[in-house]
């Protein structure tokens, strides 16, 4: 059954440092998002991707952040500049299409630790 | 804002009853609801989706939707130990730009043997 892949599973770096969180979507889907959860907080929307371009972007997603399918197959997500606030689980999500009943498939997430 | 709100528990149940999962939301807008299960320390998993009003049952499973009261529920029959979980109810839009899920923040359900 295909599945979202996400890599690492495992990220820690220090404060200030430029972190990328790799995803590999569903092969057929076109959508695609990126979600963070906080240790014992709710799932957040990050941001969420189409045609190569961002379709729509929470607050969360500020200038810090950029997401990027650099070819057919990989969706990445790019944090230039990690505090400690960013230390979260991060999960990749894709879906055929936007809206109404269309499924998201969730990848298995990569946790992010800030020190 | 949007938001979707849970009682987060926890809710502790024995084997083989009804847990009774609720969740209400603030959009109007929002058109369809999703039912997600997510063990500690992993991904959410889909269980079911709702966007008419009324009952919509899958198996063990039954979610509720009425929009007039902007409430969504989840129904679980027969439970069992394995279904001990946080369960989080998510609400979209419709189409376009409104694909991003609104999650609440979780039901913890446990199932005691």
């Known amino acids: 059954e295909p599945e979202v892949t996400q890599t690492p599973s495992h990220q820690v770096t220090q404060m200030g440092q430029e972190v990328i969180l790799r995803c590999v979507p569903i092969?057929?889907?076109?959508?695609f998002y990126w979600y963070r959860q906080i240790l014992g907080q709710k799932v957040e929307f990050l941001v969420s991707?189409?045609?190569?371009?961002?379709?729509?972007k929470s607050e969360i997603f500020d200038d810090q952040f950029s997401v990027e399918r650099p070819d057919g197959s990989n969706f990445t997500l790019k944090i230039r500049s990690t505090k400690l606030e960013d230390s979260a689980m991060y999960f990749c999500?894709?879906?055929?299409?936007?809206?109404?009943?269309?499924?998201?498939?969730f990848g298995p997430g990569t946790r992010l630790t800030v020190l | 804002q949007k938001e979707v709100e849970q009682n987060s528990g926890p809710l502790s149940v024995p084997e083989g009853a009804i847990a009774s999962l609720n969740c209400t939301y603030s959009?109007?807008?929002?058109?369809?609801f999703f039912w997600y299960r997510q063990y500690s320390g992993k991904s959410p998993e889909l269980i079911m989706f709702?966007?008419?009003?009324g009952d919509k049952e899958d198996g063990r499973f039954t979610a509720q939707l009425n929009k007039a009261s902007q409430y969504v529920s989840l129904l679980i029959r027969d439970s069992q130990p394995s279904d001990s979980a946080t369960y989080l109810c998510?609400?979209?839009?419709?189409?376009?730009?409104?694909?991003?899920?609104?999650f609440g923040k979780g039901t913890k359900l446990s199932v005691k043997p």
């Open positions: 092969s057929n889907h076109l959508y």
């Open positions: 959009d109007r807008g929002s058109q369809s």
């Open positions: 999500a894709s879906s055929e299409d936007s809206g109404g009943a269309n499924e998201q498939f």
């Open positions: 991707f189409y045609n190569n371009e961002i379709s729509e």
């Open positions: 998510a609400g979209r839009g419709w189409g376009g730009s409104q694909g991003n899920l609104i």
């Open positions: 709702i966007y008419s009003n």
